[in-house]
C-alpha cells in the first residue's frame, strides 16, 4: 500500500512479521484500553515528548490515578 512505510509502527510491525517468518512463537490479545489505563496514559503521553526515549526513576505524578485504577481494576467507560 502506498505510504504505508510512513506509519510510526510501520518498523515494529515489519519485526513482527519477520519473528512470525522465522518460527518464532507469539501470542497476543486485545486489551481495551479501559482496562489498562496505565499503558494508554503513558502511550498519549508519549505522543506529546519529543524525546524518542524518557527512562523515569520514579512514578510521573501524571501516572498516580492510572496505576491505582488498574491496580485496583477499576474500569472507567471511554470519555469519562
Request: glycine share 6%; aromatic share 12%; with cysteine.
Amino acid at each position: 500500500l502506498m505510504g504505508e512505510s510512513c506509519h510510526p509502527c510501520f518498523g515494529l510491525v515489519r519485526n513482527i512479521q519477520s519473528f512470525v517468518k522465522d518460527g518464532a512463537n507469539l501470542w497476543w490479545s486485545h486489551v481495551l484500553k479501559e482496562t489498562n489505563q496505565a499503558a494508554d496514559r503513558m502511550a498519549n503521553h508519549g505522543m506529546s515528548c519529543v524525546e524518542n526515549l524518557r527512562v523515569y526513576d520514579h512514578v510521573p505524578s501524571f501516572m498516580y490515578c492510572a496505576i491505582m485504577a488498574d491496580v485496583m481494576s477499576c474500569a472507567f467507560p471511554r470519555g469519562y
